[in-house]
């Protein structure tokens, strides 16, 4: 606590479409923030290193098979497994660059046909972001980047339907990046977003919670 503010870490969640460039993005993020002094962490999701997470990344390899519902619901408790540890690193003044979250966990699994609100309910409650950064790229254009890697989802016909799941998401903390251009463009908008956000926490921007 500064006098009698609040100070704390911004919460920054990167989104898009595979091959967006979200997680090139996410490092230059981190090494930006870290140059200018401030405390920083890179976080993503799904977090496979925990035993849920264990479980979603045998499915997206396809080495396990489950209900999509099932599924969901594993995403959702990696986010919940993780939450507190989220807030305390907050409170303690670390910015969190995280790659992926509920937005993720809506946008896939609405995709597959599952009811959106059904999928948001199990994200009521998780810290919303303070800015979420949405890489735009046509699905066609993602696809021509190359390098899929053979997971899951990672095929063209069903990123076409997540990014129609995705607009339905779009709030005022969505910020839309254009990112078909060239990578040090979209560096330069996100930093400025980002580093707004950050001065923001600082001066004792309240948390808020999904799903608003
Ligand atoms: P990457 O690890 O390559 O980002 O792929 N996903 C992710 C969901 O279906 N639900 C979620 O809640 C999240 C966070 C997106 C992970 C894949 O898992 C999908 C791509």
Request: net charge neutral; aromatic share 8%; with cysteine.
């Amino acid at each position: 606590r500064i006098g009698n503010i609040d100070s704390r870490g911004a919460l920054v969640v990167l989104e898009g479409l595979d091959r967006c460039g979200k997680t090139s993005q996410c490092s230059r993020l981190l090494s930006y923030l870290e140059g200018l002094g401030h405390s920083v962490e890179l976080w993503r999701f799904p977090d496979r290193t925990t035993s849920v997470g264990q479980m979603i990344s045998a499915y997206l390899s396809n080495q396990s098979h489950l209900d999509d519902h099932t599924i969901h619901l594993l995403f959702s408790a990696n986010r919940w497994e993780k939450r507190s540890m989220m807030e305390a690193k907050l409170k303690a003044g670390t910015t969190l660059i995280v790659d992926r979250y509920s937005y993720s966990g809506v946008a896939f699994s609405s995709a597959k046909g599952i009811d959106i609100e059904w999928c948001k309910a199990p994200e009521i409650g998780l810290l919303a972001p303070d800015s979420v950064l949405y890489l735009d790229i046509p699905p066609e254009k993602a696809a021509e980047r190359g390098g899929y890697g053979g997971e899951r989802y990672e095929h063209l016909e069903f990123q076409r339907k997540v990014a129609q799941c995705y607009q339905m998401l779009r709030d005022s903390s969505w910020k839309i990046i254009d990112a078909c251009q060239s990578i040090e463009d979209v560096e330069k908008q996100l930093k400025e977003i980002v580093l707004d956000q950050v001065t923001a926490c600082k001066k004792g921007k309240p948390f808020s919670l999904l799903w608003s």
